[in-house]
């Protein structure tokens, strides 16, 4: 027999994964002690600095496919990458602050290579915002059977109505895409996705405020909102289907983020009870102090490799639905106990704003609603379990 | 010009620093190791002279155990051509730190040394004071600035010396140790990662240079710095000079 002799990163990884952590630390985070503690950015002249080094150093758009200027990093690469790169007060959200990029939504990949060109590539470049519209008042657990937002053909182009909801950045960025109803008679086969520019006539968004001060999701309506034919992505009725093994893909670096900001907590916490007295003892020594952060330790090494595991699957090829919705599920869950410790143990201080831990709290409890919430995703591995 | 660049495995100066109980050195589980930083600022440094000329070679040299080519991978990644490693498990003194490496100079032959001004593990801020002296080559310490003559074959350093900057010239090949701030090291680029797994990292081992590295130090006992008390005001000099001989003792 040949015992396996256990996981290591590799040497290249672990580095580049060193690198991120080190610009986190000695970049952004200064950064962001100099903007408000609810800033959805980094102020203009700090991110062009930084960013004029990640671009030298060629961290920018890691993720991206290498012909389109990435850097061609896997999925388990991005995993590792981000629990570094979301340990700060924005990385939730906003990992990195955006210095090392952002990402159009990946379903754009199954459009055609003009349609990359066109959209997706000068995103990567410029490192803009972009958004992805699914939801809608008719509810977002279930989008094959709550999509009403309607797309009929005339001529070479495609008229929408309708109104999606709590869709992020809808009213800031250059482009998005939406998911609509071309076939009504055709369940989730009746769905497709297009590529709407900001400003198309017809087209408005409208933000409002939530938990979440940042990101601003917004409600989108669509009057007779002309659409041109060539900006479907996929064939029509494909919408759902050419996005699901991307989306797939996309839940580990997300799951990577909640580990990332979880570890980040728990570390305050631990530092805090180290030095932190009450009734003369340090609360590092009281066994009610000490439970929470070893179930939290235990939870965080959990979460790493439920992560990696799914990564390594989804990278291999395989199938890693269930797994994608066991790292989201546990991730965002084990954040909000965590954080909701580090919060305690800190007492009054851990929901003062001087702390990045207020603004983790709030921003966790969208993790379980977002991207699939916690019951829609418990869904899935018990559907597995009886297949 | 082919410069060669010296690399230090220390603690990572963020990280918290326990002494071992017994005083003999520190306790090193869970300690994340890192370049010296003055040593990052060499081979940056090293770096923008090749990047500047136009050619030549940056060589990096670090002297330790196996696991002092982490350090040196960062260093290739940076940019640096390739590597030498002195193998050697025991603690080192300056002065045979200094002589393992004025040997590997004399079968490199490079032009110009740059060094850390020191290692913020022991400060000792002697090897490359040391190695000049053995090699019977100028020294420039505490660099802030380099300035390189037309034809390549003098420099002028600009030192950082108690209360202001000096500025002197020698003809090369010399040594020059990097002060803090030299210049401001590069992050590690994903392409240089990528590349610097290629790159050469040449063992060598301290019998085939042929040098007594027996210790002339001797480190009796580590004891962690005092913990800070809380301050005090006081209304005059007169009181505070009184107190920093009669509560303190230090003057
Ligand atoms: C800040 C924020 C930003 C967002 N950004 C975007 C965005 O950019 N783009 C986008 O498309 N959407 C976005 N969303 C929407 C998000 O994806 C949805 O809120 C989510 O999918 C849930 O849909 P819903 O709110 O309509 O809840 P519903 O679908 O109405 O569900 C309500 C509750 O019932 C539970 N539930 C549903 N079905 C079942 C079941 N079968 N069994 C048991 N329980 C069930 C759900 O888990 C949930 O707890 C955002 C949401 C928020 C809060
Ligand atoms: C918005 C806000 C308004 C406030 N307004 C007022 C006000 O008007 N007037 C006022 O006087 N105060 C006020 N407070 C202070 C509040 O009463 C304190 O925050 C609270 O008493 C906790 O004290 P602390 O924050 O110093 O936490 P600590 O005493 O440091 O406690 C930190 C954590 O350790 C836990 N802990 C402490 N001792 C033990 C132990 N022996 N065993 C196990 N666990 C322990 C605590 O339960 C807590 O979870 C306010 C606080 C906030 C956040």
């Known amino acids: 027999m040949n015992p396996f002799p256990g996981f290591t990163l590799s040497p290249e990884l672990e580095l580049l994964r060193d690198q991120v952590r080190r610009i986190v630390h000695d970049e952004i985070i200064p950064a962001e002690k100099r903007v408000d503690p609810d800033a959805e950015d980094l102020a203009e002249e700090d991110y062009h600095r930084i960013v004029a080094k990640t671009k030298a150093a060629g961290l920018w758009s890691l993720a991206a496919p290498e012909q389109y200027g990435g850097g061609g990093v896997n999925t388990f690469g991005m995993s590792v990458i981000l629990e570094e790169m979301s340990q700060h007060r924005m990385g939730l959200y906003n990992p990195g602050c955006g210095v090392f990029g952002r990402y159009p939504p990946p379903v754009i990949y199954g459009g055609s290579e003009e349609q990359i060109q066109k959209y997706a590539v000068p995103t990567l470049r410029a490192g803009s915002y972009t958004f992805f519209a699914i939801t809608e008042p008719s509810g977002g657990s279930d989008p094959a059977g709550s999509i009403q937002c309607r797309a009929v053909r005339d001529g070479d182009t495609w008229v929408l109505n309708g109104t999606k909801i709590f869709i992020s950045h809808a009213h800031e960025a250059n482009w998005g895409v939406v998911f609509v109803r071309t076939d009504p008679t055709k369940g989730r086969k009746g769905i497709s996705c297009l590529i709407i520019d900001q400003g198309t006539p017809g087209f408005t968004a409208r933000p409002f405020r939530t938990i979440r001060t940042v990101s601003l999701p917004n409600e989108v309506s669509f009057e007779d909102c002309r659409v041109p034919a060539a900006n479907m992505i996929g064939k029509e009725g494909d919408g759902l289907d050419l996005c699901m093994d991307l989306l797939t893909k996309q839940r580990f670096p997300y799951s990577a983020c909640n580990l990332g900001v979880a570890r980040a907590a728990h570390r305050l916490a631990v530092a805090h009870a180290k030095q932190r007295s009450t009734f003369g003892v340090p609360l590092s020594q009281r066994q009610a102090i000490q439970w929470m952060l070893a179930d939290a330790e235990v939870e965080l090494r959990a979460t790493r490799y439920l992560i990696w595991d799914g990564a390594w699957k989804a990278d291999r090829g395989e199938d890693a639905r269930v797994e994608a919705s066991v790292a989201k599920l546990y991730s965002s869950e084990m954040l909000g106990r965590v954080i909701d410790n580090a919060v305690q143990i800190h007492g009054g201080y851990g929901v003062t704003k001087e702390f990045p831990l207020e603004r983790w709290y709030r921003e966790a409890r969208v993790r379980r609603i977002g991207e699939g919430p916690s019951e829609v995703h418990r869904m899935v591995i018990a559907r597995a379990l009886f297949r | ?251």
């Open chain 2, 1 to 251: 010009m082919k410069t060669l660049v010296t690399v230090k495995r220390v603690p990572d100066p963020e990280s918290t620093i326990r002494v071992k109980p017994d005083g003999s050195g520190i306790v090193t589980e869970n300690v994340k190791y890192v370049i010296n930083p003055f040593d990052e600022i060499a081979i940056e440094e090293a770096l923008r002279i090749k990047e500047k000329q136009g050619g030549g070679e940056v060589v990096l040299v670090s002297i330790g155990a196996k696991v002092v080519s982490e350090q040196l991978r960062t260093g290739l990644a940076m940019g640096a051509d390739r590597a030498i490693f002195v193998a050697c498990e025991q603690e080192l003194d300056s002065l045979a730190v200094a002589r393992l490496l004025a040997k590997i100079v004399e079968r490199e032959n490079p032009e110009l040394l740059v060094m850390g001004k020191q290692a913020i593990d022991d400060d000792a801020n002697q090897a490359g004071q040391m190695l000049a002296a053995l090699l019977g080559w100028p020294q420039a310490t505490f660099a802030s600035k380099l300035e390189f003559s037309a034809d390549q074959k003098s420099v002028q350093v600009t030192r950082e010396v108690d209360g202001g900057l000096e500025t002197i010239g020698f003809a090369l090949p010399g040594v020059i140790t990097a002060d803090l701030r030299l210049n401001e090291p590069r992050y590690a680029s994903l392409p240089g990662i990528m590349k610097a797994r290629k790159k050469e990292i040449k063992e060598i081992s301290v019998s085939e240079l042929g040098v007594d590295i027996t210790s002339r130090l001797k480190i009796q006992k580590l004891t962690p710095p005092a913990k800070k008390q809380g301050g005090k005001k006081v209304e005059t000099v007169q009181a505070l000079v009184d107190l920093l001989h009669t509560e303190a003792k230090v003057i």
